[in-house]
C-alpha cells in the first residue's frame, strides 16, 4: 500500500495539520507561550487542580470574551456575581446548574455545548473516552467550550483531551503543567506570576504575612 | 347579503381522535377485519346519531335504535353525544377560519355561517375564496357539506340538503323552490298540514297568497318563513376570537405512552402557534391536564420564562418534561391551556456568527429547566449592598435579570459558600482585617471583619470574624 493510499483512507495522522488550530489568547503572557497561542477555540480543556488555589483566575481574561452565557455546573460553591461583575460578566451570564445525576449531568453538558449560546464549567468525575467525544463533537457543533475541572493525580489521564494542564499553587501565582495537548509534546511548565492581576494574593512580601494563632482555629 | 354555510353531520365523532392510521392497518391485517367501528349514540332516546364509514358500510343506519345496531354489528364502539364536544369543535373551527372571514356566526351545535359579500373586496372572485377556505379545511378529519345562499337559513337547508355546490343567487333561490318542507325546521303538526294541504315544496308555500300564509301558520312558523325568505333577520351570535387558548381532546381509546401523547399534542401546539403568531405574542408557561380514567387529574405546568411561540420548540420541552416524568396511567381526555400570554421579546442574535447560535439562550435555560426541574437550575442576582450574602443572591429556577457591572475594584472572591462554614483547618492570615458593619437598618445586622487567608495547601479563602471571636469561611478565591 503506498502512502497516498494510506493518507486517503485516513490511516496516518499528519502531526502538521493541528499546528494551526485555532487558539483563543489566555490573556497571560507566559501562558500563551506555553500553549502555543494560547486555549484551544473550542473544544474539552481539562484542569487538574486543587481548588481556590486560582483556577477560575486563571480563565478570567478568557471568560471576559465571551457574550455568552456561562454554565456552572455542579461548583463547589456558588458564583460571587460581585467578583464576575467587576470582571465585566453580567450576573445575567451566570447559570449554575446542579443536576440530579450523573447521567443528567452529561445530558445538560452536551445540551449546553450543542445550543451555541453558551460554555460551560464542569466539576464532575468519572467520564469514559466515549461521552468525552460526545462532548467533543458537541463542542464543535455549537463552537463552544467546556473547561472541565478535575483534582490533582486524578485518573482521567488517558482521555483524548483537547487541552489537559495541571495547575499547582505556587507563592507567586499558578504552576501551570501541560499534562496532553493536540499537536504538540506534554511535560512543558511555566509559573504564571499573579503579582499583577492580584497582588493580593501572592506572598511576594513576606514581611506581611502574620502568623496565624494556632489556639483560635476552629 | 350572501351566505356560505358549512354543515357537519359527523362533528362529534370527527373531532375525537381517533388512533393512527398506520396501527389501524396493522390490526386490519392481523385480525382481518376493520378495526374502527364507532358511532355516537344519542344517551336519552339510544338512537344513534353519528356514525363512522366503517359501520355505515355494515349496514347501520343513523335513526337506527342501539339494541338492533348492537344485533348487526359485533364489535361496534359507542360513544355518547355530548353537545359541549362539539361547541368546542365548533369553536376552534371558526377560530381557526377566522383568518379568512371576519365575519362568522356559530351554529350550534353542528353549522357554521360565513357572509360572503363583505368579504367581496378582500377576495377577487368567490373562486379563490372558496379555495382558500378549502385549503384550511382540507387537513383537517372533518366530513362536511355546504351551500350557498341568500339567507343564512336558507344556505343552511341547503347545506344540510347536501348541495355541495357555492350557487348564485338566481341558483339557490331555484334550489330553494325546489327544496322539499320535510327538509325545513318546521313542526311536526305544522307539517302534517302541509301534507294535507297537498304542499311538497318550499315553493308552493311562498306561492301561497299572504293572507292565507298568515290564516294557515302559527305565529313561529310564519316567523321561521320569514327568515328563509330574508324578510326577518335570523339572529345568531357572530363570533369574536377568544382572548385565551385552551384546547381539550377527547381521545376515543387511551394513551399509555409519552410519544403517543406527544403525536396528539402536535396538532394542538400547531393551532397555539398561529394563535401566538397572529396576536405577536408569546407563551411563558403552559398547562397540560391528563385526565385519568381512576386516577385524579395530574396537571403539568412548563415554562419558558422568556415566551416562546413555535410549536416545534414546545414539543420539545413538552418531550422533555414527558421523559422527566412518564405518564401515571393511561389518559383518555386532554387539556392544553396557555395561562397568559405577554409580548414576543425577539432575541437578539448575533447577525455575523448566525450559524453558530442555533438555539437562543432563552430556550436553552427552558429546555434545561424542563428536563431537569426548577430546584436544580439557580441565576445570579446582584444587587448593591455591602453584605456578601446580599450582593450576590440565588436566583432560583431562571436566568437573574441584568444589572450593571462594578468598575471599583474591591477583591472579591470568585466562588460564595452558601452560608458562612466554621473554620476548621489551621490558615495564615494573609490580608486584612477589612471591617463590614451594615444591616442595622434591615434587622439582619452584620459585624464582621473579613481576611483573606491562605491555607497549607496553598488555597485562598476568605475568612471572617465576629465580635464573639468566632472564625467562618465565607468564599474561595478560585
Known sequence: MSLEQLLAHQQVWRGFKTQNLPKKSSGYPELDELLQGGFPAQGVTALHTQPAVGELRLLMPQLQQQQRLWILINPPALPNAEFFAQHGIGNHQLLVLRPNSAKETLWATEQCLLSGSSHVLLWQQGMNVAQLKRLQLACQHGDSRLFAFYPPHDSQFSLPFDLQLELQAHPQGLQVTVLKRRGGWPGQSRLIHFTRHWPELTQQQASQVIPFPQEKVG | ???????????????????????????????????????????????????????????????????????????????????????????????????????????????????????????????????????????????????????????????????????????????????????????????????????????????????????????????????????????????????????????????????????????????????????????????????????????????????????????????????????????????????????????????????????????????????????????????????????????????????????????????LLPSPQPLKHPITLQQGPERLVAGWWDQQPIERDYFIALSGDGQYLWVFRTPQQQWFVHGYFS
Open chain 2, 1 to 415: 347579503m350572501f351566505w356560505l354555510y358549512l354543515y357537519f353531520p359527523r362533528l362529534q365523532l370527527d373531532s375525537m381522535v381517533m388512533p393512527a392510521n398506520n396501527s389501524d392497518a396493522q390490526i386490519c391485517t392481523e385480525e382481518g377485519v376493520p378495526q374502527a367501528l364507532e358511532a355516537v349514540v344519542d344517551p336519552h332516546s339510544h338512537q344513534l346519531v353519528q356514525l363512522s364509514d366503517t359501520t355505515i358500510k355494515e349496514g347501520l343506519q343513523v335513526g337506527m335504535g342501539l339494541a338492533s345496531a348492537a344485533a348487526l354489528v359485533e364489535k361496534l364502539q359507542v360513544y355518547a353525544y355530548q353537545s359541549e364536544l362539539e361547541q368546542d369543535a365548533l369553536e376552534q373551527l371558526a377560530e381557526q377560519l377566522y383568518s379568512l372571514n371576519g365575519d362568522i356566526s356559530l351554529d350550534p351545535p353542528q353549522g357554521l355561517g360565513l357572509r360572503l359579500d363583505t368579504m367581496g373586496q378582500l377576495y377577487q372572485d368567490l373562486g379563490s375564496y372558496w379555495q382558500q377556505l378549502q385549503a384550511q379545511l382540507a387537513p383537517l378529519p372533518l366530513r362536511y357539506h355546504f351551500a350557498s345562499a341568500t339567507t343564512l337559513l336558507a344556505a343552511k337547508l341547503l347545506a344540510r340538503a347536501e348541495t355541495d355546490q357555492l350557487l348564485t343567487h338566481e341558483q339557490s333561490a331555484q334550489r330553494l323552490q325546489a327544496l322539499p318542507l320535510a327538509c325545513c325546521d318546521f313542526p311536526d303538526k305544522q307539517l302534517s298540514h302541509f301534507e294535507r294541504l297537498g304542499l311538497q315544496t318550499v315553493g308552493e308555500l311562498e306561492a301561497l297568497p299572504r293572507s292565507e300564509l298568515i290564516e294557515r301558520l302559527d305565529p313561529a312558523s310564519q316567523a321561521y318563513l320569514a327568515q328563509l325568505q330574508g324578510k326577518l333577520p335570523l339572529n345568531l351570535p357572530g363570533y369574536q376570537a377568544p382572548e385565551q387558548f385552551q384546547r381539550h381532546c377527547e381521545l376515543s381509546y387511551e394513551i399509555k405512552q409519552s410519544p403517543q401523547l406527544l403525536k396528539i399534542l402536535e396538532p394542538l401546539l400547531k393551532q397555539l402557534e398561529q394563535h401566538l403568531r397572529q396576536r405577536q405574542l408569546g407563551a411563558p408557561r403552559m398547562q397540560l391536564s391528563l385526565i385519568f380514567r381512576e386516577q385524579p387529574e395530574q396537571t403539568l405546568q412548563i415554562h419558558a420564562p422568556a415566551g416562546q411561540n413555535s410549536a416545534a420548540q414546545w414539543l420539545k420541552l413538552f418531550a422533555l418534561r414527558l421523559e422527566r416524568h412518564p405518564l401515571a396511567a393511561p389518559v383518555y381526555r386532554l387539556s392544553l391551556s396557555l395561562c397568559h400570554a405577554q409580548p414576543l421579546a425577539g432575541d437578539k442574535a448575533d447577525l455575523f456568527n448566525q450559524q453558530h447560535a442555533a438555539i437562543p439562550a432563552s430556550s436553552l435555560v427552558a429546555q434545561l429547566r424542563t428536563r431537569l426541574g426548577d430546584v436544580c437550575l439557580t441565576g445570579i442576582d446582584r444587587f448593591d449592598d455591602l453584605r456578601p450574602e446580599r450582593a450576590s443572591v440565588p436566583h432560583p429556577g431562571d436566568l437573574a435579570p441584568a444589572s450593571a457591572l462594578i468598575a471599583e475594584q474591591v477583591l472579591r472572591p470568585s466562588l
